[in-house]
């Protein structure tokens, strides 16, 4: 029992709980709301129920995978920052913790493939196996280094709405189709907001973990520009991200959805300024793991936003 508790924690269960959540609203509230027309039917969306299925199956073990692979190069930076979260080596030992990440990596791409065979669409395949290496080469080198580690866990984290747009693809598709020009307008808007609010949580994080980067040598944006000038960088994406929020509810007040626009000022765009003061007020460790578990709020109220199509 001890052991699947560790296991749980390892494949960090909650967050594969919100990918699972994040790809369960878009498939049942945006899909559906980008396809409507007088006759709309289910039978309208490409990806039936059991390969939608299949496909968040397999981006959760993929990046069950993924974590498993960066906590194993992590070992000695967490031992810094937070020994006592700390599994591998401990719990759970090397040897194993590889093994669990191949397992599960193979099996999310075994469920891809057979979602991109039934599709007729490779890319779902090409895409995933990209992101199972991407994950790989962040864990080995890019986490430590200056902002290209930032923008690839971001990409990777849009990617979980992005993979069910690739999903709904023909290449019988005009750009003249109004379903698909709808679906890939709120695919771009919830991806985007998926992207920026990682990209500042990114940030966010390697000044959490700075003592641990800064003791093995890893070129974090708080190690080589400093903390000042790390916090000036998540307050100009947190400027744009809501203003791009605001903005988003100027349109919607337009089709007569106040209650969705109340919700999002509310529960989005006030935690968001608060945010941005906490920022310049924060110096601790502590501080920023507030602000961490802010970010991480903002993006789960984000999603939820979905289910008001």
Known sequence: ????????????????????????LFRYCIIP?????????????????????????????????????????????DMVNKSSKVIIGKSINRRKAIMLHAMLSIIGL???????????????????????????AYSTTFKKKLLIGNILIAALTAWVIL??????????????????????????IYGAFAFISTLIREAI???????????????????????????????VWLVVLTGMVLLIQIYVLQMGWWISALYSVILIVVPL???????????????FHTLSTAMKYIMLIGILSMIFF
């Not at 029992?1 to 369960?24: A, E, G, H, S, Y």
């Not at 993979?163 to 709120?186: C, G, P």
């Not at 000044?207 to 093995?216: A, F, T």
């Open 33 to 77: 709301f980008a396809y409507r027309q007088p006759n709309f039917e289910q039978g309208d969306i490409r990806i039936s129920t059991l390969l939608f299925f299949m496909l968040t199956a397999a981006s959760m073990f993929i990046a069950a995978g993924g974590y498993i692979i960066n906590d194993y190069f992590d070992v000695n930076i």
């Open 110 to 136: 075994i469920l891809t493939g057979y979602v991109s065979f039934e599709l007729k669409n490779y890319y779902l395949l090409f895409f995933n196996f990209l992101a199972v290496i991407l994950l790989i």
């Open 273 to 287: 300024v608060w945010t941005i003061r906490k920022l310049y007020q924060s110096n601790l460790t502590a501080d």
């Open 163 to 188: 993979v069910l747009t690739l999903a709904e693809f023909q290449f019988s598709i005009t750009t003249h189709d109004v379903k698909w020009q709808r679906l890939l307008k709120l695919s771009f």
């Open 205 to 235: 994080k390697d000044m959490e973990d700075l003592p641990g980067d800064r003791k093995y040598e890893c070129t974090t944006m708080p190690i080589v520009w400093g903390v000042p000038v790390t916090k000036v960088y998540c307050a």
């Open 1 to 24: 029992m001890k052991n699947l508790f560790n296991f749980i924690k390892l494949i960090r269960f909650p967050n594969l709980i919100f990918i699972f959540l994040t790809q369960v």
